[in-house]
């Protein structure tokens, strides 16, 4: 079965360089700072945001914050029932890779000696996890109120016989297709995660970079209106 | 059998009042997100708190309001975690007791110190803190204890020195916490306020509410220790004290600025309900609303 048909629609009837719906909520969790629900079709994150705070003396640094960041997924997410929904090899990169990401979007250096955590859970997983749990991060450090660079915005993109396709669905994340996931800050150049998966040609890179860079712009409007929206609502009501 | 997963409801009941007709009072056009540029005109400002410089232009960094005085432009948070000023009346909690100092949490990004020498202790503000003092901390102050204080200093760092030099402040014991998030405290004059309803509450600019049948007033004894004092509350006061809480609770649920104003309508609004039924949705919601248009039409009449 090939993944793009004769008359140019993928799997689930999107065009190559269509996303899918993206679909929000914010500051659902109100023990937290920061909280997001966030759906890209059928992936499905939560994400919250605790802190800054006085967090361990072992994590502790002197000139900038810590972050802290954990990504799990429910057992009933993929298509095989998970026993560790954390702590395994692949979640803990991806803990790791959002970690890093994260460093530098957030203005750590205001925040000395303090540490925020981030805690990211796939209830549904629907290919482009990482994506989303950068996506849904994002939100959830604008409505904590958190200085950063800005908004960071993910897309993960795949490439068939040159043709680049974004958003990739679980089904188009197979052992062969290479796939880059990217994220940029505001959709524009400035990149702070990129990861390969799989094996991909030279001559490909650039076409598939170009792609998911587009990809994150797109994305980034679509958290940028959200955003904005949100913060209205938070403001208190007689507030000074 | 297949299942789907849906998300939460589309609208939050909180959200439903913040985002009715009500709300004229904020410009949508002033509320920036990080990365959101502030200025049409860079040249002409100087960038302030919460702005940084991207391609010559000046850029929030934070998610909030933009705010101008003269040429300098600032970005204020709506939502922040508690930043504390010199002069605020905290409710904090004893998380760790050192060598001469207690840390408090106040909800802040950094513990606060609360120092020995900063507390009342017999003998009056002459009496000397010696090595007896250090050992009996544990004793005056322990882990996990409420207190009361003020912030007497705020250092470079952003730690927060506290103090409980005055009979008002030191240790809370019989009452209700409630954490609400700081954003929504107004501050005011004054942050203990006694009720004529037999019960008083002591707004903590952190973000913690005390509810409590009377004001603390800090008796020592001789030796230093705090005087136990525990005494049964009659049911009236208690139900009261509970039917406050739920009120501040109410309000925080919908993000109504908690001050004392606002409290004293919710508790009198919330007169024809049962306590019980002030935590359910239908009933709330519709309380929350008529609070709020009480509330907004006072605020009015005042201008």
């Given at each position: 079965m090939s993944i793009i048909s004769e008359h140019g629609f993928r799997l689930d009837g999107r065009r190559p360089a269509q996303i899918r719906n993206v679909n929000t909520r914010l500051g659902l969790n109100r023990n937290a700072e920061g909280s997001s629900y966030l759906e890209h079709g059928n992936t499905k994150v939560l994400c919250a945001v605790y802190g800054p705070?006085?967090?361990?003396?072992?994590?502790r640094l002197e000139?900038?914050?810590?972050?802290?960041?954990?990504?799990?997924?429910?057992?009933?997410s993929g298509l095989e029932r998970k026993n560790r929904p954390r702590g395994d090899r692949k979640s803990t990169e991806m803990s790791r890779l959002l970690e890093k990401a994260f460093e530098s979007?957030?203005?750590?250096?205001?925040?000395?000696?303090?540490?925020?955590?981030?805690?990211?859970?796939?209830?549904?997983?629907?290919?482009?996890?990482?994506?989303?749990?950068?996506?849904?991060t994002s939100l959830a450090l604008a409505d904590a109120g958190i200085p950063m660079k800005g908004i960071a915005s993910a897309a993960t993109c795949g490439i068939v016989e040159g043709n680049p396709i974004v958003d990739l669905t679980s089904r188009e994340e197979t052992d062969l297709l290479p796939r880059v996931t990217l994220a940029t800050i505001c959709g524009r150049d400035e990149v702070v995660l990129v990861e390969l998966h799989n094996r991909l040609h030279i001559d490909h890179l650039s076409v598939v970079m170009e792609a998911a860079k587009a990809t994150c712009a797109d994305v980034y409007e679509c958290l940028a209106v959200v955003a904005q929206q949100h913060l209205k609502a938070c403001a208190p009501i007689l507030g000074n | 059998m297949s299942y789907e997963i849906t998300g939460?409801?589309?609208?939050?009941?909180?959200m439903m009042l913040s985002m009715s007709e009500?709300?004229?009072?904020?410009?949508?056009?002033?509320?920036?997100?990080?990365?959101?540029?502030?200025?049409?005109?860079?040249?002409?400002?100087?960038?302030?708190?919460g702005t940084y410089i991207r391609d010559g232009e000046i850029v929030s960094s934070l998610s909030g309001v933009v705010q101008q005085l003269n040429r300098l432009l600032m970005v204020k948070t709506i939502k922040q975690r508690y930043a504390g000023e010199v002069g605020d009346v905290v409710v904090a909690r004893v998380v760790e007791v050192q060598a001469k100092r207690w840390k408090c949490d106040v909800s802040s990004r950094l513990h606060a110190n609360l120092p020995l020498g900063s507390v009342l202790l017999p003998g009056g503000d002459f009496r000397r803190k010696d090595v007896e003092d250090e050992e009996k901390m544990s004793e005056f102050l322990k882990n996990g204890e409420l207190i009361c204080a003020e912030v007497q200093q705020v250092q470079?760092?952003?730690?927060?020195?506290?103090?409980?030099?005055?009979?008002?402040?030191g240790k809370l014991r019989q009452g209700?916490?409630?954490?609400?998030?700081?954003?929504?405290i107004k501050k005011s004059k004054k942050h203990f306020h006694t009720l004529p309803y037999g019960m008083a509450v002591i707004i903590g600019c952190n973000g913690n509410v005390w509810v409590t049948p009377s004001l603390p007033e800090t008796t020592l004894e001789e030796d230093g220790s705090h005087i136990h004092e525990f005494q049964v509350v009659p049911q009236d006061i208690r139900l009261t004290m509970v039917r406050v809480a739920s009120c501040i609770r109410l309000l925080r649920d919908y993000s109504i600025s908690?001050?004392?104003?606002s409290i004293t309508t919710a508790y009198e609004m919330s007169q024809p309900y049962d306590i019980k039924e002030l935590s359910e949705q239908e009933t709330s919601s519709r309380l929350a609303y008529l609070i709020a248009a009480r509330l907004l039409q006072e605020l009015q009449q005042q201008k």
């Open positions: 705070y006085e967090g361990k003396a072992s994590k000139d900038r914050c810590a972050i802290v960041c954990q990504y799990s997924t429910t057992t009933f979007v957030i203005l750590t250096e205001s925040f000395p000696r303090s540490q925020i955590d981030i805690f990211c859970e796939v209830i549904q997983g629907d290919g482009s996890n990482l994506a989303a749990c950068v996506n849904a | 939460p409801p589309l609208v939050s009941p909180w009500a709300r004229n009072d904020v410009d949508e056009s002033k509320i920036v997100i990080p990365g959101q540029s502030v200025c049409d005109a860079p040249q002409q400002f100087m960038r302030g708190h470079h760092d952003g730690t927060l020195m506290l103090h409980t030099r005055n009979n008002k402040y209700i916490t409630i954490k609400v998030p700081p954003h929504l908690i001050f004392i104003n």
